[in-house]
């Protein structure tokens, strides 16, 4: 950042900043804290007797140099560093030692076709679907998949061409985000799409998965991994002969004898294989994912063939799905409910350390605006909560913060 940058964000002028590099006038700890929240640093950093250059953030802004000049973007994902920081102290004043030995990591080379990227992110979760012992069956809650892992979990608003992003650092630990605008569905997606950076890409510190990065090959092999992680191949056939829908156009069968081979030829019946778009409904139900995810996944695993594929996505694009799955019953989340899972469970670590005198009423309010509660919601939360009495005396702060 240049001097005049940072002297925007401070509301100083460039020779004030000038003057605080110079060493020629010292730095209030307002702006202290307002430098640590602007270079994504933690406070303590600013005072230790060695100063470590490798960060999450300024991994994150040397891999995405065009972000830094997005100041959305770069805002967005300062609070995620320090929103991932706070989770740490939290759980370190708590006594929460999150098991990231649990996490595998895959140690394979950067795919150098789309086919490669393709073949890795498929194998890959198949070989975690084998190693979590979670069978051919959905999964319930990707965030809570993740956190079973030691891998924390977060929503933030994000700009809507991010769809999350994934920090591995020391003062971090292993987290990951995703875009809190966005659908209940895309963001189970996109913690399976984070999830396949935790276990393959841990060595960028950081990553940001944007749309217009979407051809980049370790985001098709993050793709790839989320759809298969999501819709296992073998589950989804056994869904599919379920309703009728998953035999081939052919049956073949050669009866063999010590004598000689009779062959078996026959046509499967002219709708077996024809896919409706109800069949799609249930399957991306029964799954949890998008009807398009659906969609794309019969494609890929040639139960839907390209016609048929376009027609389905026509009557999706036209709103019949979402008719088609309510006709169906088929089960409907809160989606604005769960838009607030994370911010409940950041909230319960801190009333823990409140409750404990470990943080001030002071560092609670603070860690609430992180999550957009203000001072009355606090207020409100604490009376519920019969801890309206904790907190008011003292200074108990987390460290760094």
Request: with cysteine; proline share 3%.
């Amino acid at each position: 950042m240049t001097q005049e940058a940072v002297a925007g964000r401070l509301g100083v002028s460039r020779s004030t900043v000038a003057q605080f590099e110079l060493g020629n006038r010292a730095v209030t700890s307002l702006e202290l804290d307002q430098l640590a929240a602007l270079y994504g640093r933690d406070i303590r950093e600013f005072l230790a007797e060695e100063f470590r250059e490798d960060d999450a953030l300024v991994a994150l802004f040397r891999a995405h140099p065009d972000v830094v000049e997005q100041e959305q973007v770069a805002d967005a994902l300062r609070a995620c560093v320090a929103l991932g920081r706070q989770v740490s102290h939290l759980e370190r004043l708590l006594g929460i030692d999150p098991d990231r030995g649990a996490v595998a990591v895959y140690p394979l080379p950067a795919p150098r076709s789309r086919w490669q990227a393709v073949q890795q992110g498929e194998h890959v979760a198949d070989q975690e679907r084998m190693r979590l012992r979670l069978g051919m069956a959905p999964i319930a809650n990707m965030a809570e998949a993740l956190e079973a892992q030691g891998v924390r979990t977060a929503l933030v608003d994000l700009p809507d061409d991010v769809s999350g992003l994934t920090l591995s650092h020391p003062t971090v630990g292993l987290f990951v985000v995703a875009n809190r605008s966005h659908h209940f569905l895309r963001r189970r997606f996109s913690y399976a799409h984070e999830y396949a950076h935790v276990l393959l890409d841990r060595d960028r510190l950081g990553t940001i998965s944007r749309t217009v990065d979407r051809d980049d090959l370790i985001e098709v092999r993050a793709n790839a991994f989320a759809a298969s992680l999501l819709l296992p191949e073998e589950g989804v056939r056994r869904f599919m002969t379920a309703i009728g829908k998953g035999g081939p156009n052919r049956l073949q069968a050669d009866v063999f004898d010590e004598s000689g081979v009779v062959e078996v030829r026959a046509r499967a019946a002219p709708d077996r294989r024809n896919v409706q778009l109800y069949d799609v409904a249930e399957l991306a139900g029964h799954f949890g994912v998008s009807r398009l995810a659906a969609l794309y996944r019969l494609r890929n695993l040639r139960l839907l063939g390209d016609v048929e594929l376009e027609e389905l996505k026509h009557q999706e694009e036209m709103g019949r799905g979402r008719q088609v799955a309510a006709l169906l019953a088929l089960p409907e989340i809160d989606h604005e409910a769960t838009r607030n899972e994370f911010s409940h469970r950041f909230l319960s670590l801190a009333l823990e350390a409140l409750r404990r005198d470990q943080i001030s009423r002071a560092k609670l309010i603070e860690l609430a605006g992180m999550v957009d509660l203000g001072p009355e919601g606090v207020a409100q939360l604490l009376r519920e909560t019969g801890l309206e009495d904790l907190g008011e005396e003292g200074e108990i702060l987390i460290p760094g913060g």
